[in-house]
């Protein structure tokens, strides 16, 4: 309820409107009405899900361009100690890490110390696999990029079962044993091996260790201080817990922390969607932009995004690092995680330089799933800020409605808010189980009259005021919906940070 008394009053004061859904964030397009509404409804609608699934903690980070338009925490980074979390809150990344590898590889490609065409072996003369497939080509770096290199999937360890893993020496020494799953080029086959593979060509093409290579060249020219794929003492302690899905009882065991070792490049990162959002708009750019260094040319970008290997069907495949899939005719760049009860979302939208970034901390989470309801409702809406506005008509809203905003509910406790959204008054039914999609629960009120608004169905809404002007209830067809017990409006709440 805090956060729709939140939003409903900094709705009518389009000054403060953004201010409130953004939690303090003064970027200019957050303020804008159409991208705050948006907001205000992502806002509700994730507080409910987090709610409802019992999810421990959640962060979002949204991306225009290289402007960061929204980042939020929800629930809590450590169940027992209540610590919130916030936009800064680490978690791991799982394979989200693998984007830090690619960007390195492709580094030292443009410096001319390595191609992706040369052989893996050229550069890591210990590597050897038993192949079986007679005339097939050599495993090139771009192979490895693209997880067309037919490798099995892990190394021939049983680590995500015991969580021990091995060693570079241990890596290397058991390689040998391994068998090719694929010839090379025969089809996409997903591999950490091989990722955990760029991450020694890193190391043996620049000649430093690959956790310092990523420190010095990727992570400190971008301003990302809170991202590391090496986490000490400081990183732990802002770390999320990790914890398992929720038990049928109710229970959610917390998860102790381990180490990738030799697979870290394709698993071990940690950061903030804050730090990502940083990454993410390195990928919108062709220069320098807010002191942050271009650490990879505008073409090398926009190498590593679009496909160099396309799945059956067309509608997805493999850029160099990221996957990419189209969706609802648009072509969307990607990456997911999941790790010992982390789960994270990187999305990019080329076309409408757009980028989400979700983190949570659960086996159970499902990042896409807020990620993608992100994109759908902020996207059109960032798109569209900034337009000339229309002539007067339904998309302006009244000052007059400030009276109606709020929350209200039935005897039965379901409750519904009255709301500003994209320049209209709507009421917001919340649902027990929330719905899948949040513009689900919206109903647009037309105005007819005085204190009346008619619903798309045609039935009557109206709003009856006490004597000082107050709403006392409201007759939707022929029930009634009652305001919350009132209070002062509240003040925005502070940031986290």
Excluded at 10 to 29: F, K
Excluded at 39 to 55: F, N, P, S
Excluded at 396 to 423: C, F, I, K, N, S
């Amino acid at each position: 309820m805090w956060t729709a008394l939140v939003v409903t009053w900094l709705l009518t004061n389009p000054a403060a409107a953004a201010e409130a859904a953004t939690a303090g964030s003064q970027e200019p397009l957050a303020r804008d009405p159409a991208v705050a509404g948006a907001i205000a409804l992502l806002d509700l609608w994730i507080g409910e899900q987090l709610a409802h699934r019992d999810l421990p903690g959640l962060s979002i980070a949204v991306v225009h361009d290289q402007e960061p338009v929204w980042a939020k925490g929800y629930g809590f980074a450590d169940l027992v100690a209540r610590t919130p979390a916030t936009p800064a809150t680490l978690y791991r990344l799982g394979s989200v890490t693998k984007l830090f590898t690619a960007t390195a590889v492709m580094q030292l490609r443009d410096e001319g110390r390595l191609r992706l065409d040369d052989p893996v072996a050229l550069h890591l003369p210990w590597f050897t696999v038993e192949s079986g497939f007679g005339e097939a080509p050599e495993i090139t770096i771009r192979h490895l990029l693209t997880h067309t290199s037919g490798l099995p999937r892990e190394a021939a360890f049983p680590y995500w079962t015991d969580h021990v893993f091995p060693g570079r020496e241990e890596l290397i020494a058991a390689l040998p044993g391994q068998r090719a799953v694929f010839a090379p080029e025969d089809r996409i086959k997903y591999s950490n091996l091989g990722m955990a593979l760029l991450g020694e060509v890193v190391a043996a093409a620049s000649g430093e260790p690959y956790a310092e290579y990523l420190r010095r060249h990727l992570f400190a020219p971008l301003g990302m201080s809170s991202t590391t794929v090496a986490p000490a003492a400081e990183h732990h302690r802002r770390r999320a817990t990790s914890y398992l899905r929720r038990m049928p009882d109710g229970s959610r065991e917390a998860f102790d922390y381990y180490d990738t070792g030799a697979l870290a490049p394709a698993a071990n990162g940690v950061s903030s969607v804050e730090d990502l959002a940083r990454f993410a708009m390195l990928h919108f750019r062709d220069r320098p932009a807010d002191g942050a260094a271009q650490v990879l040319a505008g073409s090398t970008l926009r190498e590593m995004q679009r496909p160099h290997r396309v799945d059956d069907d067309w509608q997805g495949g493999r850029g160099l690092g990221f996957a990419i899939r189209r969706r609802e005719g648009e072509t969307l760049v990607l990456h997911g995680g999941w790790i010992g009860g982390n789960r994270t979302l990187f999305l990019l939208a080329p076309s409408r330089k757009v980028a989400v970034i979700v983190a949570i901390n659960a086996d159970d989470g499902s990042p896409g799933e807020f990620g993608f309801r992100a994109y759908d409702l902020l996207a059109p809406a960032i798109a569209a800020a900034g337009a000339p506005p229309g002539p007067p008509g339904p998309e302006r809203p009244d000052p007059a409605w400030r009276r109606y905003l709020g929350t209200y509910t039935d005897p039965w406790h379901w409750e519904y808010e009255v709301m500003v959204l994209g320049g209209r008054l709507v009421l917001y039914e919340h649902s027990y189980p929330p719905a899948d999609d949040p513009e689900a629960g919206v109903t647009p009120l037309e105005p007819v009259a005085e204190h009346t608004f008619r619903m798309p169905d045609g039935e009557p809404v109206v709003f009856e005021l006490d004597a000082a002007g107050r709403v006392e209830r409201i007759r939707r067809r022929h029930d009634y919906l009652y305001p919350l017990p009132p209070g002062p409006p509240p003040a925005a709440p502070p940031d986290p940070r």
